[in-house]
């Protein structure tokens, strides 16, 4: 087993786990390797330390304490994005192509008011808000549909 610590183009760090580098060099030419947070497909393999194993432990060297907080800064935005997705996905209904319609029977009193989710094209979207209703265009990642491992 391989774990690859990747990048996407928009800075997004993640690792990856793959049976051997071949398999992750045919993934990723396939297209089918993508950020787990925004689904880009653009992604770059960063460098990584070996694991290595020593018989004597050594002093380790403590890191100076800004580059432990600055090391960990997008790693904990990014832990906290996908909390907040996941309770976003957990407590919305999602109502699929019907999300225009059904966000209009909401705010009409047609229906009951819950929070709900789906697709709308950007010109319903701006109707929808020419009409009062608010709406936030937000990507979710193909890897928040499904069970988190």
């Not at 290595?52 to 800064?73: I, K, M, Y």
């Not at 919305?92 to 909401?106: K, N, S, W, Y």
């Amino acid at each position: 087993m391989k774990v690859f610590n990747l990048r996407c183009a928009h800075e997004h760090g993640f690792e990856g786990w793959f049976a051997s580098e071949e398999d992750y060099m045919a993934q990723a030419g396939r297209g089918q390797v993508e950020c787990p947070l925004c689904a880009n497909a653009t992604i770059t393999r960063l460098p990584s330390a070996p694991r290595l194993n020593v018989s004597r432990q050594r002093e380790a060297t403590p890191a100076p304490a800004h580059a432990a907080s600055t090391a960990s800064g997008p790693t904990r935005q990014q832990a906290h994005w996908m909390r907040a997705m996941r309770r976003m996905l957990d407590n919305t209904e999602d109502v699929g192509e019907r999300f225009p319609e059904e966000a209009r029977r909401i705010h009409y009193g047609e229906a009951q008011e819950r929070g709900i989710r789906g697709s709308a094209t950007p010109e319903d979207a701006d109707a929808l808000r020419e009409e009062g209703i608010e709406v936030v265009a937000l990507r979710v990642p193909d890897a928040l549909k499904g069970p988190l491992q």
